[in-house]
């Protein structure tokens, strides 16, 4: 089973790592943000993996206050048991989540970290699972904060946040880092634990000639714009999709 691609609100984890650290200098985008309070998230799963079903449950963790933010997020798969652990945390800044520290750990591999070296004179992102880094300049993200960041700057500017916009993120992973374009699709009504809601579709589609999977994020303005499902989808069309079962604040 290709395990990976369960790496669910953890945001964004895409399977896909390319090492070339050539691509242009990334944009600092400074937009208005107002984070969702804090809360405890319990997520139910379904999956197609090589013509298997496969089901699970996922629960995340987010704090935020005025100056620090973590997010903490555990899945498990039916008798393979915790396939993934995964957590940002660091600080608030005026781009909004400033990740110092990402790390990630999946079924049967090592635990990696990427780090967001903020407080040097020439502030780095760098990885413990390659080489490549990154001049930090303002608002990067890493693929566990840019689900939060986008939640952010959706409730802050939910009037520019519609169907046809898109927004572009920098994000870090295991290995390197590239720019993300999201785009909003529509509005949609979702059914979940607790009952249908009305939710906003976006999506985040690699290139053409990328192996990254598909990443689409239903988010409900009634429920403070938290996710209520994403669905990370492969060439092959086999999926993970995640599904909110209850939030507790």
Do not use: C
Request: hydrophobic letters at 40%; a neutral charge; charged letters at 25%.
């Amino acid at each position: 089973m290709h395990l990976s691609i369960a790496a669910l609100l953890s945001s964004a984890s895409i399977n896909a790592f390319s090492t070339d650290t050539s691509l242009p200098a990334h944009p600092a985008i400074k937009r208005a943000f107002n984070l969702p309070p804090s809360a405890d998230l319990t997520y139910t799963i379904r999956a197609r993996q090589s013509g298997l079903s496969i089901s699970g449950d996922a629960a995340v963790k987010w704090q935020a206050d005025d100056k620090v933010f973590s997010v903490e997020a555990t899945t498990r798969a039916m008798i393979l048991g915790k396939i993934l652990e995964a957590k940002s945390e660091g600080k608030i800044d005026a781009y909004g989540l400033a990740p110092l520290q990402f790390t990630d750990k999946r079924f049967h591999k090592n635990s990696t970290t990427t780090t967001f070296n903020r407080d040097a004179a020439n502030g780095t992102v760098t990885f413990s699972q390659s080489d490549a880094s990154y001049p930090i300049k303002g608002g990067e993200q890493d693929r566990t904060s840019i689900v939060w960041q986008l939640i952010g700057v959706a409730r802050a500017t939910p009037k520019t946040f519609k169907p046809g916009s898109s927004w572009v993120f920098f994000v870090a992973g295991q290995r390197d880092a590239e720019l993300w374009t999201f785009k909003i699709v529509s509005r949609e009504k979702i059914s979940t634990g607790m009952g249908e809601v009305d939710a906003i579709h976006v999506y985040r589609e690699p290139p053409p000639d990328a192996t990254d999977q598909r990443l689409d994020i239903w988010l409900a303005p009634s429920l403070e714009w938290y996710p209520v499902r994403i669905r990370f989808t492969d060439s092959n069309n086999d999926f993970v999709e995640q599904t909110l079962d209850r939030i507790n604040k």
